[in-house]
């Protein structure tokens, strides 16, 4: 397994969760990371990303301010802070392995995608 997440499970609205992404240093070094969400009936949405290095970041709207992304990479890992939930943000998380080196929206410029773990949050 190149990518495996986990760190989701059932939340109150307004409660936090931090998932965890562990990668292979292939996939990890020197590549932008993101993590994309996907709820039942809808498509698979960006929620964040980071560049190779940490140095900077973007988000969805929809999360700014409320979520964190970042990298350890002396351990090739990937985080992502949620904070104040609310359940629209209810979905299975992936992390994704970007073939560039900055962070970036699109699901087209990664390359490599986890398993997923599942984020419940009730109202």
């Known amino acids: 397994v190149q990518l495996q997440a986990s760190g989701g499970g059932l939340v109150q609205a307004g409660g936090s969760l931090r998932l965890s992404c562990a990668a292979s240093k292939r996939i990890f070094s020197n590549n932008g990371m993101g993590w994309f969400r996907q709820a039942p009936g809808k498509e698979r949405e960006f929620v964040a990303s980071i560049t190779w290095n940490g140095g900077s970041t973007i988000y969805a709207d929809s999360v700014r301010g409320r979520f964190t992304i970042s990298r350890d990479n002396a351990k090739n890992i990937l985080y992502l802070q949620m904070n104040s939930l609310k359940p629209e943000d209810a979905a299975v998380y992936y992390c994704?392995?970007?073939?560039?080196?900055?962070?970036?929206?699109?699901?087209?410029?990664?390359?490599?995608w986890g398993q997923g773990t599942q984020v419940t949050v009730s109202s």
């Open positions: 994704a392995g970007g073939r560039l080196a900055t962070a970036t929206r699109s699901p087209g410029t990664y390359n490599y």
